[in-house]
C-alpha cells in the first residue's frame, strides 16, 4: 500500500464563557489518538489536530493543540492542502457563547440565561471551502437512527466514509477503550464488532488507504 500524509483531529473542543469557565463534551480523545498510532504504525505519516485531552502524544505523529472550535477550524484549513486523508474524528462543540467578557462573570439571579451561536462545520467545509480532494473520513456520534443520521452526514457533508459510533451504549465509545462501530460508504455498510480502539482504529486506517487506492488516477 502507498504510504500517505494523514490529517487527524481528536478530542473535544473548549468553548470560553469566561476567563475562568467553557463549554466542553466527553470526549476522550481516545479514539483520535488511536487512529494516529494507527497510521504511523503501518508506516504513514500523521499530523494529529487535537483539544484538550490528558492522553500522552502518540510517538512519531506531527502535533498540533487547539483549544477552541474556530482555532480547530483554522488549523485544518491551513493543513488540509498537504494531506491525502482526513479523518476528523473530534467532537467539535456545535455552539459557542456569543461574547466571552475579559472579566468574571458575577452571580446574580436565581437564573441565567447563556447566549450561543453557531460554530463553523470543520468537515463541512473540507470539500467546498477548504476545496479539499483527499479521502474524507467523518465520525457521527449518534444516540438513535444510527445509520440513517451517518448516512445524511456522509452525504452532506461529502465524505467517503463515516464512522458511526451509538454513545448511547455505556460500554462503547465515549471515554470507553472499546468500540463498535458502522463504516457508511455511499454504496454500502460495514459492521465493525466490538474491539479495543487500537483494533478499530488499525481497521479504519486500512479501509482509508485502500480507498485511496480506488480513487488514485
Ligand atoms: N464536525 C466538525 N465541525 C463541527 C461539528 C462537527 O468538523 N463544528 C465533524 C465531527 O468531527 C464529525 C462530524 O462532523 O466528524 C459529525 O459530527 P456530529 O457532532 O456527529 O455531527 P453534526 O454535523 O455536528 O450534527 P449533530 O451534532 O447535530 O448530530
Ligand atoms: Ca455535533
Avoid: W
Avoid at 173 to 196: H, I
Wanted: proline share 6%; with cysteine; net charge negative.
Amino acid at each position: 500500500m502507498p504510504l500517505m500524509r494523514f490529517l487527524i483531529t481528536a478530542g473535544p473542543t473548549r468553548e470560553a464563557i469566561d476567563p475562568v469557565r467553557y463549554l466542553t463534551n466527553h470526549s476522550s480523545g481516545k479514539m483520535g489518538y488511536c487512529l494516529a498510532e494507527a497510521a504511523v504504525h503501518e508506516g504513514h505519516s500523521v499530523l494529529l489536530i487535537s483539544g484538550p485531552t490528558s492522553l500522552d502524544i502518540p510517538h512519531g505523529v506531527d502535533f498540533l493543540p487547539v483549544e477552541c472550535a474556530q482555532e480547530m477550524y483554522d488549523a485544518v484549513k491551513n493543513q488540509a492542502p498537504y494531506a491525502d486523508a482526513a479523518i476528523l474524528s473530534a467532537a467539535v462543540a456545535d455552539y459557542r457563547p456569543v461574547s466571552v467578557p475579559d472579566r468574571k462573570i458575577k452571580k446574580t439571579g436565581e437564573r441565567m440565561i447563556l447566549e450561543l451561536e453557531r460554530t463553523a462545520d470543520i468537515l463541512g467545509s473540507m470539500r467546498a471551502e477548504f476545496g479539499f480532494s483527499g479521502i474524507l473520513v467523518g465520525f457521527a456520534a449518534e444516540t438513535h437512527d444510527v445509520e440513517n443520521y451517518a448516512r445524511g452526514k456522509l452525504e452532506r457533508k461529502r465524505c467517503d466514509m463515516i464512522v458511526a459510533n451509538d454513545v448511547s451504549r455505556s460500554d462503547i465509545g465515549f471515554n470507553s477503550s472499546e468500540n463498535e462501530v458502522l463504516l457508511v460508504y455511499p454504496d454500502r455498510t460495514e459492521f465493525l464488532e466490538k474491539a479495543p480502539k487500537a483494533q478499530i482504529a488499525l481497521q479504519i486506517i486500512e479501509r482509508a488507504s485502500r480507498l485511496a487506492q480506488g480513487k488514485a488516477p
